[in-house]
């Protein structure tokens, strides 16, 4: 009686924790200490699910005794890996519309991120990068002002000028810095080392000088490691509050999934259908590009790992004002130092 009441217990509670993990929004968890780590990793997780439907299959075929509830944890397991597939295949683990990001209508935007891990990457391989892609607008996360510079001037050598602005909490850790490169072409930007900005690591707010363009968010967020939870929290709150108004564009590095932005998106205001359908991948009044181009999915962190295994907390959004041509989460740069893989999305302006 004892063994069966365990056995029951343990069951009850198998499907508990992996309901949790497959749709934490379903409780609210989805910023909940271990479960908020668990979702952010939806691939890596459906790899140990499926490893250890082999080993219980294994177990049981070894201890007869053992089958019955063996036979409920493997079911509990393949329904978990199947929600969780979905979820995957919906926002979209293929490189989105890689043509658009070569192939742009005039007035559209590049926009470029990628958390350099400071000295780690070389000024050269970021502005090879951004050059690549013709990045109008580059974002980096853990880069000194002086690293920037660098960049921006082997740009401006290939004659692709850009302005260089950064924030710094302290000159000790890279980490601390967080800096973005804008084309000359859209005109002088500037930032109010006074504004609302994330609690760890910097987030810098720029605005066009003339008044004219979008409002240009560099993110850095705090990871949410031990010590820090709550701070990631308020980030994310901080983070959808700045992306609520009118023509912005917030890129960087989130150390978030669209999981974790579940409950802090708001897209009621909308009438397009196309918003309406990525409505779960908003954050405040900005809509992830990378979901509504169909590679919502891929990881952007860490390199060690094939993307469909990471976590993508690597972001470009963009309010209602903007639409998305072509995202593409760059794969072929993970051994130049950063942890992180940049990604690149094509925004026009919206009609209508």
Do not use: K
């Not at 080993?55 to 036979?71: D, E, I, K, S, T």
């Not at 909490?169 to 504004?195: C, I, K, Q």
Request: with cysteine; aromatic share 4%.
């Amino acid at each position: 009686m004892i063994r069966r009441l365990f056995a029951a217990l343990l069951i009850v509670g198998s499907a508990a924790l992996l309901l949790a993990a497959a749709w934490p929004q379903l409780f609210g968890l989805q910023r909940t200490t271990g479960i908020a780590h668990v979702v952010s990793l939806r691939g890596a997780a459906i790899a140990v699910a499926l490893a250890l439907i082999v080993a219980l299959l294994v177990l049981a075929l070894l201890w007869r005794r053992f089958r019955p509830m063996g036979a409920s944890l493997a079911v509990l397991l393949v329904a978990f890996v199947l929600v969780s597939g979905l979820v995957l295949a919906s926002r979209g683990v293929g490189p989105g519309d890689s043509i658009a990001l070569t192939e742009r209508s005039e007035g559209a935007l590049t926009v470029l991120a990628w958390n350099t891990l400071g000295p780690a990457t070389e000024p050269a391989d970021v502005a090879d990068v951004a050059l690549d892609v013709a990045a109008d607008v580059v974002v980096l996360p853990e880069t000194r002002q002086e690293d920037a510079i660098d960049a921006a001037v082997l740009m401006r050598e290939a004659g692709h000028p850009m302005w260089v602005l950064t924030s710094s909490y302290d000159l000790v850790s890279p980490a601390r810095s967080t800096s973005m490169l804008v084309s000359v072409d859209l005109g002088e930007y500037r930032f109010d080392a006074d504004e609302r900005t994330t609690s760890v690591l910097p987030t810098l707010v720029a605005t066009p000088v003339d008044g004219e363009g979008p409002t240009l968010i560099a993110v850095h967020a705090v990871a949410p490691v031990t010590g820090q939870m709550e701070n990631w929290r308020s980030d994310l709150e901080l983070l959808a509050e700045l992306c609520s108004g009118d023509d912005i564009i917030m890129a960087g590095d989130f150390n978030a999934t669209i999981d974790h932005f579940s409950g802090l998106g708001s897209w009621e205001s909308t009438s397009r259908e196309e918003d309406r359908l990525t409505s779960t991948a908003r954050l405040g009044e900005c809509t992830d590009a990378a979901a509504a181009a169909g590679a919502g999915a891929v990881g952007t962190w860490p390199t060690l790992v094939p993307g469909i295994l990471g976590a993508p907390i690597d972001h470009v959004l963009a309010t209602d004002e903007w639409r998305v041509d072509g995202v593409r989460v760059i794969g072929d740069r993970d051994d130049v130092g950063s942890d992180h893989r940049p990604i690149v999305a094509v925004l026009e302006r919206a009609l209508g």
